[in-house]
């Protein structure tokens, strides 16, 4: 059983379908997070693992944990919350899929995350009414995540139509600028960090879909970088004698593999940006129609 839930997970990173791994991240943040706090609890201690993970408005302490920038966008606060991010996420998700990469999902993901983080940061920080709970003050959750991708493709599809419950069918440009509306009104109410990191979010979705339709994908360098960073961590296999048939794949050797060759695809997208698919050679006509088969 522990064998084929573990072939499972490594399945889902092989085959790069990051839309299931941020799923997958974020539930199993959860549980270890709801694990830690009951361990906590019944050793008699009241220590909350979420706000040592969650980003904090206080820039001491923002400096001695600067991994929060990141893990906070993977932390909720309980059933309800991940539960509604997660349904929005993979609803967005599936059509940000329909236009857009595996690769630029993740992208914008991340840069939505981090856009989040410096709204609330920079709204706790400057605006005169948070000056009482600045260096309280700590956000977690994906939402500014998972706004930037709801407004990714509203800016990409403004008039692409969603049905809703009680609702029925409306334009996504409309949906998403009641969205926006909503977080505005909703900062005098409560949870004004939560709002100003969805108003982060949207705005660095925004951002990236205005700048992808001039020629530019913001998210590639995220790419480059996880591919370096992984890089770090391979080390190069040893040379073997082979005899008889091929030897498998290594999991090392399968992602650098699969890095060598997204990084291609990358540089074939480019040149059909400036100068259109009939620049292509067959060789790169045939790299990206075989790349569009997989996905």
């Known amino acids: 059983m522990k064998q084929g839930i573990r072939n499972e997970i490594r399945t889902i990173f092989r085959q790069g379908n990051n839309l ?6 974020n539930i199993s943040v959860f549980v270890l997070v709801l694990a830690v706090n009951l361990g906590f609890f019944f050793a008699g201690k009241t220590f909350n693992v979420s706000e040592w993970l969650g980003v904090s408005s206080n820039f001491s302490l923002l400096a001695h944990r600067p991994w929060t920038v990141v893990t906070y966008m993977f932390v909720h606060s309980g059933f309800i919350h991940i539960m509604f991010n997660l349904l929005v996420l993979y609803w967005f998700g599936k059509i940000f899929l329909e236009y857009l990469s595996q690769r630029q999902l993740l992208g914008v993901y991340i840069l939505g995350g981090l856009a989040g983080a410096l709204v609330f940061i920079g709204a706790y920080n400057i605006i005169p009414v948070f000056a ?13 995540s998972i706004m930037a991708v709801v407004f990714a493709i509203a800016v990409l ?50 951002i990236f879909s205005v700048c992808y339709s001039k020629g530019t994908d ?8 996880f591919a370096w960073v992984g890089g770090l961590f391979k080390s190069e296999p040893k040379a073997t004698t082979q005899t008889g048939s091929r030897r498998a794949e290594t999991d090392a050797e399968y992602n650098r593999r699969k890095a060598r060759e ?3 695809i990358d540089r074939i997208l480019d040149k059909v940006k400036e100068s259109g698919y009939s620049s292509l050679t067959k060789e790169e006509k045939e790299k990206l129609f075989s790349n569009s088969n997989k996905n």
């Open 157 to 206: 599809v403004p008039n692409m139509p969603v049905r809703l419950a009680f609702l029925g069918q409306i334009k996504l440009k409309y949906l998403a600028m009641a969205i926006v509306l909503i977080d505005l009104l909703s900062i005098p109410f409560g949870n004004a960090g939560g709002h100003f990191s969805h108003l982060g979010g949207a705005l660095m979705g925004a």
């Open 262 to 264: 997204q990084k291609e």
């Open 218 to 225: 913001i998210t590639i360098f995220l790419s480059r970088f």
């Open 20 to 25: 299931s791994i941020l799923i997958f991240l």
């Open 132 to 144: 009482t709970v600045k260096n309280v003050a700590f956000a977690i959750g994906a939402s500014a």
